[in-house]
Each structure stands twice: as C-alpha cells, then as structure tokens.
C-alpha cells in the first residue's frame, strides 16, 4: 500500500509572467495526478534555522512517491514545468513521508531491530 507524502516547496518568485502562467495551470495538474495543496504561505520572519528566506512557500499532499513522480515525468506537463522552473530562483523541493506521530523518527537502534 503506497503511503502520501508531501512536498515542501520553498523559492522565489523571479519572474511574475513564468510564474502565473505556471501557477494557472498546475492547480488542476495537481489535482488530476492526485495531489492537493494544503497551505500556501509568504515569508514573514526567520525564527531559527541556517537557511536563506524563500519569499513564497508551498506545501503539497501527494497520495503517493509514484503521484509525485508521474506529476514531474508526465511529458504532456513539460512545457508547464518550464514555466515553473522560469519564474522562480532558489527552489527548495523536499519531500516528507506522512507520518500520523513521530515515534518512527524516536525509536532508538535496537527498537527498530524488533
């Protein structure tokens, strides 16, 4: 059974026109390759951390790695990941494993063994 993941997407805006023609379309792209945006954030303040404030920060729910994938491999969506990669500078892509606590992460060496 495939778990969701999510994405975390950090970054710039460095072209508004690349952007929006981007942001237009991905909404029902992602939705159609099972994904779903959960928040939608702008930079207000470092609170702790090393590293360099993106001013724009998204964050996606995928049902799965392979969603995730098909979303960034499907061939009919190049042109419309260009735009993304056109209007934007210092992107961040990270994905997570849905986790529903954090024990996964807690449990020592000899936990996991069990």
């Known amino acids: 059974m495939s778990q969701p993941v999510y ?3 950090l970054f710039n805006v460095s072209n508004r026109d ?3 023609a981007y942001s237009r379309k991905s909404v029902q792209e992602v939705k159609a390759h099972d994904g779903r945006v959960v928040a ?3 930079f207000r303040a470092a609170a702790g951390g090393d590293i360099e404030p993106r001013s724009v920060f998204i964050l996606v729910e995928w ?4 969603a995730f994938d098909n979303y960034c491999n499907d ?3 190049a042109d419309l990941h260009a735009h993304r990669v056109n209007g934007t500078s210092n992107y961040i892509w990270h994905l997570f494993d849905k986790l529903e606590d954090l024990r996964p992460i807690l449990k020592g060496k000899n936990e996991e063994q069990e």
């Open 7 to 9: 994405a975390l997407n």
């Open 18 to 20: 690349e952007y929006l």
């Open 40 to 42: 939608l954030g702008k």
């Open 63 to 66: 049902a799965s790695q392979a």
């Open 75 to 77: 061939p009919a969506l």
